[in-house]
């Protein structure tokens, strides 16, 4: 999915899941826009989705039931290297080992002995250096800035796809953001070459960064947060309209309705954002 988006020119998003809304929401946005997609999943969430097998169980239930042909990944966000184990024995297509905590030294180590059973299981492993600043699912990281020559350390002991930390942060954006450093990204795909990078924080970075990123090799780009403000801000509208004291409209097939339709229409902004459309 992300050797064809590098050599295209465009990236694939990743929409991190929180339940079967989400989870629908994202799976038939992506099949109507015929765009390939990857479902990302942090541990918070797949705690809160009571475990790894109840996601696997309800995201290969929908692609069936949903007939869902467009390619899809089911990810593991920030994983850890406990949590990345238990994934793959949960049937999960991808994972990301975050070990950008660590110093370089283990987290090449255990970066290399996931590789080895990434290869040997026929998954995806993700990467990462530098950490990506803010919290997400308490992960907390400072946002620096990756060393272009650890990240070619990492990126050749076989991984699929790197994260590098290039300014970028998880969450809304503060108004005094220095923007993506741009240089750092250069000079990481000059030393990387043909390896798919991968940008965290995708929410409110601005459409021209994106483009150019993707220009210095983006081929994945996440998104979470952006998802959860648009749900939330629907939900409040219909709960402030009163709909859901209007009739059934307590019922949560339609007290959730609007924050689905939010999450599909971000979705699809993000989708035509990245080039993905028509790339499954
Ligand atoms: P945002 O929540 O800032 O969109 O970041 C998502 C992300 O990077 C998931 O790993």
Known sequence: MLTKAKAGHYAVGQFNINNLEWTKAILLTAQELNSPVILGVSEGAGKYMCGYKTVVGMV?????????????????????????????????????????????EENVEKTKELVAICNEKGLSLEAE??????????????????????????????????????????????????????????????????????????????????????????????VNTECQLAFADATRKYIEAGKDQQGKGFDPRKLLAPGFEAIKATVKEKMELFGSINKA
């Open 60 to 104: 290969n239930g929908m692609l069936e039931e949903l007939n869902i042909t467009v390619p899809v990944a089911l990810h593991l966000d920030h994983g850890s290297y406990e949590g990345a184990l238990k994934c793959i024995e949960a049937g999960f297509s991808s994972v990301m080992f975050d070990g950008s905590h660590y110093p370089i």
């Open 129 to 222: 250096v530098g950490s990506i600043g803010g919290e997400e699912d308490g992960v907390i990281g400072a946002g620096e800035c990756a060393d272009p020559e650890e990240c070619k350390k990492i990126a050749d002991l076989g991984v699929t796809m790197l994260a590098a930390g290039i300014g970028n942060i998880h969450g809304k954006y503060p108004e005094n953001w220095q923007g993506l450093s741009f240089e750092t990204l250069d000079a990481v795909q000059k030393l990387t070459g043909a390896m798919p990078l991968v940008l965290h924080g995708g929410t409110g970075i601005p459409a021209d960064m994106i483009k150019k990123a993707i220009d210095l090799g983006v081929s994945k780009i996440n």
